[in-house]
C-alpha cells in the first residue's frame, strides 16, 4: 500500500521541515509528505540543487519551500528554522535527514573530517532538533524523526567516524524521546541498510534493483506519523531482503 493510496487527511495542514532534502531520501520523504497534505520546507547546502528540487516537488501541488542551510552550523540551522515559521504559520513534524558518509581507517582521517561528519551527521541533528522543539505548538506537540542507519549498532572497518556519528544520534534520539515525551513529542528513529541513492558520493548509473529504495524510507516515514497519538514507533530497522552476494 502506498502512502498515497491510504491518504486519510490526517497530515493535512501539519508543517513540516525536512533537511538535506535535494535528493534521494529527503526528496522522497518530502514528496510524501507533500502527498499526503503536509506543507513542507526543505533544505539544502547547495541553492542550485535546492531550487531543482522545489521545482520537482511543486510540480504535484501543495505547499513547499526551500531555504539554504548548512545543519552543521547553528547559525544557519537558527535561519532555517525561522524562515520555516515564518512561511508556514508553524511547526508540527521535523525530519533530521541531512548527512553524509566517509569511510577510512581511523589513522587516516583528519581532524578535518572527523569535525565535517560529526557536525553534519550528529550535530546538526542536535541543532535542528534544539530548534524545532522550541517552535512545537502546544497542546499538540510534534515529531521528530531521525534518519539514523544500521551503521549505528553495527561498526565495520572504515567506519570509525560514521559508525561514531549513528551510533550517537541513535543514543541521543532515545534520550531526547526520555526528555520531551510529556511534552507531546514522539521521537523516532529509522535505521536502514543499503539505500539506492548517491550518498556515499559514488556515481549513480541507474536504479540498483536489490537495494531499499528511499521511496521505501518515506512509506517508513509516513507510517509512522501516521499512529494515533497513544503509540509511539521508536525504533526501525529496515534492510534490503535479498541483499546482493558478496
Known amino acids: ?9 490526517r497530515l493535512t495542514g501539519k508543517k513540516a521541515v525536512v533537511t538535506g532534502a535535494s535528493k534521494g ?12 497534505g503536509a506543507e513542507v520546507v526543505i533544505c539544502a547546502r547547495r541553492q542550485e540543487q535546492l531550487d531543482a528540487a522545489v521545482r520537482e516537488l511543486g510540480k504535484a501541488g501543495g505547499k513547499v519551500a526551500g531555504h539554504v542551510a548548512d545543519v552543521s552550523q547553528s547559525k544557519d540551522v537558527a ?12 511547526l508540527d513534524i521535523l525530519i533530521n535527514n541531512a ?11 583528519t581532524v578535518e573530517e572527523w569535525d565535517r561528519l560529526i557536525g553534519v551527521n550528529l550535530s546538526g541533528t542536535f541543532y535542528c532538533s534544539r530548534e524545532a ?16 542507519s544500521l551503521a549505528g549498532r ?34 523516532s528513529y ?10 556515499s558520493g559514488a556515481g549513480h548509473a541507474g536504479r540498483s534493483d536489490w537495494k531499499i529504495a528511499p521511496e521505501d524510507i518515506a512509506e517508513i516515514v509516513v507510517g509512522i506519523l501516521l499512529m494515533p497519538a497513544r503509540t509511539l514507533i521508536s525504533r526501525v530497522e529496515v534492510r534490503p531482503s535479498q541483499p546482493q552476494k558478496k
Do not use: C
Open 1 to 9: 500500500m502506498t502512502s498515497e493510496s491510504r491518504n486519510d487527511g
Open 25 to 36: 531520501i529527503g526528496l522522497a520523504i518530502a514528496q510524501s509528505l507533500l502527498s499526503q
Open 79 to 90: 535561519g532555517l528554522f525561522a524562515f520555516a515559521v515564518q512561511e508556514l504559520g508553524g
Open 99 to 109: 548527512g553524509f558518509g566517509l569511510f577510512r581507517p581511523t589513522a587516516e582521517l
Open 133 to 148: 522543539l522550541t517552535r512545537f505548538r502546544q497542546p499538540d506537540g510534534g515529531w521528530i524523526i531521525n534518519i539514523s
Open 154 to 187: 553495527n561498526p565495520f572497518a572504515g567506519g570509525s567516524a560514521y559508525n561514531a556519528s549513528k551510533f550517537g544520534m541513535n543514543g541521543f534520539s532515545e534520550a531526547m524521546m526520555l526528555d520531551h515525551r510529556k511534552d507531546n513529542v514522539r521521537v
Open 190 to 199: 529509522i535505521m536502514p541498510g543499503s539505500v539506492d541513492t548517491e550518498f
